[in-house]
Nanobody
Framework: HVQLVESGGGLVQPGGSLRLSCAAS????????MGWFRQAPGKEREKVGT???????SYPDSVKGRFTISRDHAEKALYLQMNSLNPEDSAMYYC????????????WGQGTQVTVS
């Protein structure tokens, strides 16, 4: 059973940085695509970075150049380095995973709160 556990959220001042971590269970192997999403109160969930099974990454324009996603296959971990944070980045951040043949992300963590203020 796939499990994802996020950590690293917190309160940070505008312009600051945070690094989020996602610990995945042993059954999340290289054929899983993984990603970070966020959702602020009253807003739709937004994708903030993906790391596909072929190693490619993608970011929306809202975070491009500020956020970097990385993955450690040996440690079964996914990371999100967030720099130059602003109040609009405040949200609950979620780690997600899907098999590369799946269209939708099937597995989700509980989330970690990021507040920029």
């Amino acid at each position: 059973h796939v499990q994802l556990v996020e950590s690293g959220g917190g309160l940070v001042q505008p312009g600051g940085s945070l690094r989020l971590s996602c610990a995945a269970s042993d059954d999340v192997h290289r054929s899983y695509c993984m990603g970070w999403f966020r959702q602020a109160p009253g807003k739709e969930r937004e994708k903030v970075g993906t790391f596909d099974s072929d190693g490619s990454t993608s970011y929306p324009d809202s975070v491009k150049g500020r956020f970097t996603i990385s993955r450690d296959h040996a440690e079964k971990a996914l990371y999100l380095q967030m720099n130059s944070l602003n109040p609009e980045d405040s949200a609950m951040y979620y780690c997600a995973a899907r098999l590369y043949l799946s269209r939708d992300y099937e597995y989700w963590g509980q989330g970690t709160q990021v507040t920029v203020s």
